[in-house]
C-alpha cells in the first residue's frame, strides 16, 4: 500500500485515512496541518486587511501593521509547516505579536466609531458607516490558530508519555502558577483542550455574525440568503458556549452547526465573487471592483468560526 512518508496515510483507502486523520487531531498531533491553515487564514484577512485600509487611504500609520503582520504570519505558518523549529519559535512569536496588534486594531477601531458625529449616541449608524469594530480581533483568529499550532506535536510523532500530576503540595504561588501553564501547554501538545476551542469558536461566530449583519444591513438586505450568516452566528456561538459543559454537544450539535457555516461561507464567497464580476467592467476592472465591491473573503472568514468548531469537536477534553 502507498502512504504519504511524514504522516503514514494511505492513498487507497480515504476512509482509512480520515480516521488517522481524526486521531492525529484527538491526540494533539496535527502541527502542519494547522500551520498551513493558519498560512491560509492569515493570506485572507491580510487580503481584507489591505483593501478595507486603502479605502481609508493609509490616514494612519499604524494601519500598515496588520498587512505586514498577515504576510510576516503567512510565511511563518507555511515555515512551521516545513520546520518544527520555526514552528516552535518564530511561528509562536509572530503570533502574539499578530494577538497584540489585533487588539490595538481593536481600540483605534472603537475610537474611530466614538470619533464620528453622535459618537456611541448614535451606535448602530457610527458602526454601520465606520470602520468595522470587530475585524481586528476576527484577523486575530489566524494568529490564535498560529499560537496554538506552535504547542502541538507534529503528525508523524508518537504520543507522549503521561504527564505528571501538578498537585504538589507546599509549593508557592508563583510556582503553581508556572505549573499550572505548564499543564495547559500539556494539554494542548495532547490534544485536550475541546472547551478553550469551543470558548474561541463561539466569540468567533459572534463577531463574525455581528460583521455580517452591519454589512448586509448596508445593502438593506436584498437577498434572502443574506440573513443565514445573521441566523447561523448566533446557532453556532449557542452551539459552542453549551460545548463547554456538555461533552455530548460538543459532539453532535457543535459540529453539525459548524459544517453548516462552512457550506454558508462557500455559497457566501461564490456570491461576492460573483457581485465583484456584475459590477460595471466586471473582470477587466478586477482590482478597482474588488476594493468598491462586496468583500470577496468575509464570507470564508466566517467559515473559519465553522473550521474552528469541526476541529473542536474532533479535541479531547481537560483531565480534572
Not at 499604524?62 to 520546520?83: Q, R
Not at 508519555?161 to 508557592?172: A, D, E, F, T
Not at 445593502?219 to 440573513?227: C, I, L, P, V
Request: positive net charge.
Amino acid at each position: 500500500m502507498e502512504t504519504t512518508p511524514q504522516t503514514g496515510l494511505s492513498l487507497e483507502h480515504p476512509i482509512h485515512d480520515l480516521e488517522i486523520v481524526r486521531n492525529h487531531i484527538r491526540e494533539g498531533r496535527f502541527q502542519r496541518s494547522l500551520s498551513l491553515l493558519t498560512a491560509f487564514a492569515s493570506l485572507m484577512s491580510g487580503i481584507e486587511v489591505s483593501y478595507e485600509h486603502y479605502r481609508g487611504s493609509y490616514g494612519r500609520r499604524v494601519m500598515y501593521t496588520p498587512v505586514i503582520l498577515s504576510a510576516v504570519l503567512f510565511f511563518a505558518g507555511i515555515g512551521g509547516f516545513f520546520s518544527k523549529r520555526i514552528a516552535r519559535t518564530i511561528l509562536r512569536f509572530v503570533s502574539v505579536v499578530t494577538l497584540v496588534d489585533s487588539l490595538i486594531g481593536f481600540y483605534f477601531h472603537v475610537r474611530g466609531i466614538k470619533r464620528k458625529p453622535g459618537g456611541w449616541r448614535l451606535p448602530m449608524v457610527n458602526m454601520i458607516m465606520g470602520p468595522p469594530v470587530f475585524a481586528p480581533l476576527l484577523f486575530g483568529t489566524s494568529a490564535y490558530l498560529g499560537l496554538i499550532a506552535s504547542y502541538l506535536r507534529r503528525e508523524d510523532k508518537t504520543p507522549s508519555l503521561p504527564r505528571r500530576s501538578p498537585n504538589v503540595p507546599g509549593k508557592s504561588l508563583s510556582r503553581t502558577a508556572e505549573r499550572d501553564l505548564l499543564s495547559s501547554e500539556q494539554d494542548i501538545r495532547e490534544g485536550r483542550f475541546q472547551r478553550q476551542m469551543a470558548i474561541a469558536t463561539g466569540i468567533s461566530a459572534l463577531m463574525s455574525g455581528f460583521e455580517a449583519f452591519y454589512s448586509h444591513y448596508k445593502n438593506n438586505f436584498k437577498y434572502k440568503a443574506q440573513w443565514t450568516p445573521v441566523i447561523l452566528a448566533p446557532m453556532l456561538a449557542a452551539a459552542s458556549f453549551a460545548s463547554v459543559k456538555n461533552r455530548k454537544a460538543a459532539i453532535t450539535v457543535l459540529p453539525a452547526i459548524s459544517v453548516l457555516a462552512c457550506a454558508d461561507a462557500a455559497a457566501g464567497f461564490y456570491y461576492h465573487a460573483r457581485g465583484v464580476l456584475r459590477r460595471p467592467g466586471g473582470h477587466k476592472h478586477i482590482f478597482y471592483n474588488i476594493l468598491y465591491g462586496p468583500p470577496i473573503f468575509a464570507p470564508l472568514l466566517f467559515g473559519a468560526a465553522g473550521a474552528l468548531g469541526i476541529l473542536a469537536s474532533l479535541l479531547g477534553r481537560r483531565r480534572r
